[in-house]
């Protein structure tokens, strides 16, 4: 492993390629998760030039990698999916923010977060509320 490949895993964490990230390229490949029967989703929008976006992700993953199955996790590179990042913006009624995280359980956001509160616990209670209410 390279020098720049090391850094860029301790601040990045993993590469959506290798995680369970669903990475959509169109709006068509999103829109299904506002759907009322749709379950439920994360969804992450995250920029490559802000620091505190790495620190996020790896929050984030930390928690995927311990709930791997219990929602679909989305990456949305804002600078390079801004039709996608405005949809989500209109459609969950939260203005954009990055980074951001947002559940949505059958097509209602319940908890969203941007910036510094984005954090292990923060997600993993919001999940866990959205379970709970579910059952």
């Given at each position: ?17 290798h ?9 068509d490949?999103i829109?299904h998760?506002?759907n ?36 679909k ?6 600078r390079?999916n801004r039709e ?5 913006e ?38 866990a ?7």
């Open positions: 492993m390279s020098f720049l490949n090391g850094i860029r895993g301790v601040l990045g964490g993993s590469s959506p390629e995680t369970n990230w669903i990475e959509p390229n169109t709006v490949e829109r998760v506002f009322p029967d749709a379950g439920t989703h994360l969804l992450y929008k995250h920029s490559n030039s802000c620091g505190i976006c790495f620190f996020s992700k790896k929050s984030i993953e930390t928690v995927m990698k311990a709930n791997p199955d219990s929602l996790y989305h990456f949305v590179e804002v390079k996608i990042s405005n949809f989500i209109t459609q969950a009624g939260v203005r954009h923010e990055s980074p951001q995280a947002l559940l949505v359980h059958n097509g209602k956001v319940l908890w969203n977060a941007s910036h510094g509160a984005i954090t292990n616990s923060a997600v993993e209670e919001a999940i509320a959205v379970q709970e209410s579910s059952t």
